[in-house]
């Protein structure tokens, strides 16, 4: 071989070696150096191997709740987890006053991994931005979240419902067409003898399709006809895309996030799934945007009343009140919508999901609020054909205790997300209202505070805090609605920072814009088929953890999300 030839070969290995020694050095600082200076290291927590994470006992809703309280009577409120490993200290809390902190502090992100597998799927949406860009589009979406906006959506949300009950009601005249069919056997008896015809509705799925319609009339003025047919194509490409979303991003989707390169050379199924869904979103949406936009400035420039009361329309209102520097683009706020359209749909079907299951586990909770809701129908008016008839009833609806309770005890027991994540972006110190004992026997007492180092990620566990016994008492695991007319002094404010008392919503500035439409949306749907339907337990039901909690019937994961349930008629 030539010297020319060796000397080529000398450099290659070198160029292919830095690159390597990089990845070595970043390898040993982040499994061996790192973790030994990082303060988390001191606090106690689960043990582990050296690759073994603690994920499933975090985050699998079967065994979720029994870890976190085993893990706080060992521990403490306040203590650490391993995340990708033995090296990965991640802290984990129920103590009120570190959520508050965390969720309050500018200090802490969204992953900027979740951030971006998100912004890949829908755009710049809400969830993807931080700091000043995020407190300027959420000034600029508020708008549409006001008691206002939502109150003049009403109208819409008796509309789906009502058309979900006679859709209900037709498939009980016709049980060939019910879900019976489509359903597997149940893996075990119903638990109580059935009294009921045997009509069995697939609830999780009828939600699901009815709240994608409101969220289409809502959120751009749109008629998907979910509930009817689910062929439209725009419906279709959001329900692929928010499947990829479901999923989870899985390795090769990890890999990409690091180097997305590997996406533009090799595209893959879900790549194409997504640029064909995201072309025809845009296409519509684009559409949308056009014609609401001339719309809007005719009729500004006519002096006349902006009657249109969709997401979209108020958004573009809004946008072009607010400062040309900070103004969104077309693109952008398509983003918005979608994102909404992601995070409010089916979010939304599975209270209305868990409630129906809670329900029908409790016939005498069942009973009464049927009660509570005859004497609604005899003294308010219960046709939704105008917007005042509908105002005035959502009003009424609202209003009702019982059927209040149902509600915020179904979303405080099944929350449909189960926690979120937080990053430092800075070293930081946090206050503690709980003492915390360090694993050489230091005591932490309350009110001083833990170091915690940038880069550390915290887990924001929503149903640990929803079931803390500490907040809600020795029964914080029982479906019992009564609990809401007496709280204890822990799950109120100034104690419990969370949105109406709970942590369902997350609180601070990243906390859901969409929680009052979700529950006026939930209340709605709930008060309008309680009184026509009777419901019984189909099936065993477990749930499972992806983005959202969803139900599924015990042991028969291959068959899907599914909430099988007996219906039958109230006698009127
Ligand atoms: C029961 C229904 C719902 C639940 C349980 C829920 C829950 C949540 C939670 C926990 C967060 C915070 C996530 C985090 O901090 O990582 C969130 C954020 C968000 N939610 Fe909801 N949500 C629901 C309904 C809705 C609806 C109906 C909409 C819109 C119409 C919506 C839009 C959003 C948006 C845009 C964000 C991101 C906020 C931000 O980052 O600033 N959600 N939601």
Request: glycine content about 6%.
């Amino acid at each position: 071989m030539s010297t020319l030839a060796l000397g080529f070969l000398k450099a290659c290995s070198i160029i292919l070696l830095i690159p390597v020694a990089q990845g070595l050095v970043w390898l040993i600082n982040m499994m061996i150096v790192a973790p030994i200076f990082d303060p988390l290291k001191k606090m106690q927590g689960p043990d582990g191997s050296l690759l073994q994470n603690h994920f499933r006992e975090l985050m699998d809703p079967s065994i979720s709740p029994d870890t976190h309280e085993n893990w706080v009577k060992s521990f403490g409120k306040t203590f650490r987890f391993h995340g990708f490993g033995k090296h990965d200290f991640r802290l984990l809390s129920v103590d009120l006053c570190v959520m508050s902190h965390i969720l309050n502090s500018p200090i802490y992100e969204k992953p900027w991994q979740t951030r971006t597998l998100l912004s890949n799927l829908f755009g710049r949406g809400t969830f993807t931005m931080e700091g000043t860009e995020h407190k300027t589009l959420r000034k600029l979406i508020a708008p549409a979240f006001s008691s206002q906006s939502i109150k003049a959506m009403t109208p819409i949300f008796f509309q789906k419902a009502e058309e979900l009950r006679d859709k209900w009601e037709s498939l009980m005249s016709s049980p060939s067409s019910a879900d019976n069919a489509k359903l597997p056997p149940p893996s075990a008896p119903p638990c109580s003898p059935p009294s009921l015809t045997d009509v069995v509705i697939d609830v999780a799925h009828w939600f699901s399709r009815a709240t994608f319609d409101v969220m289409g009339l809502t959120g751009f003025d749109y008629h998907f006809h979910a509930i009817q047919c689910e062929s439209e194509e725009v419906y279709l490409a959001y329900r692929n895309m928010f499947k990829l979303a479901d999923k989870g991003p899985g390795l090769r989707g990890l890999v990409q996030l690091y180097f997305p390169i590997i996406e533009k050379i090799f595209p893959n199924k879900a790549t194409c799934i997504t640029n064909e869904s995201r072309r025809i979103i845009d296409e519509a949406g684009q559409r949308l945007i056009h014609s609401k936009k001339s719309a809007i400035l005719a009729e500004k420039a006519s002096a006349m009343e902006i009657t249109e009361k969709d997401i979209l329309s108020l958004l573009i209102k809004s946008n072009l009140s607010s400062d040309v520097l900070t103004r969104l683009s077309d693109a952008d706020i398509l983003a918005q919508i979608s994102t909404f359209l992601f995070a409010g749909s089916d979010s939304t079907a599975l209270a209305m999901s868990w409630c129906i299951h809670l329900l029908s586990l409790h016939p005498d909770v069942q009973g009464r609020l049927r009660n509570e809701l005859g004497s609604l129908s005899s003294c308010a008016s219960t046709s939704s054909s105008t917007v005042h008839s509908a105002q005035s009833h959502a009003e009424a609806i609202e209003g009702l205790p019982f059927l209040d309770a149902v509600v915020r005890e179904t979303l405080r027991l099944c929350p449909p997300v189960h926690g979120t994540m937080r990053v430092a972006t800075r070293d930081d110190n946090i206050p503690i209202s709980s003492p915390i004992v360090l694993r050489n026997g230091t005591i932490i007492q309350a009110g001083e505070s833990i170091p915690l180092r940038k880069g550390s990620y915290v887990h924001i566990p929503i149903e640990a805090l929803n079931f803390s016994t500490d907040i809600w008492g020795e029964d914080a695991r029982i479906f019992n609605p009564d609990r809401w007319f007496s709280l204890p002094h822990t799950a109120r404010a100034p104690s419990h920072p969370g949105i109406r008392n709970l942590m369902t919503f997350s609180f601070g500035p990243h906390a859901c814009p969409g929680w009052k439409f979700s529950i006026l949306e939930t209340k709605i749907f709930i008060a309008t088929l309680i009184p026509h339907f009777l419901f019984e337990p189909a099936a065993d039901i477990q749930k499972f953890n992806a983005i959202l909690t969803r139900p599924y019937v015990y042991d028969q994961f291959e068959f899907g999300t599914r909430l099988p349930v007996k219906i039958g008629r109230v006698d009127l």
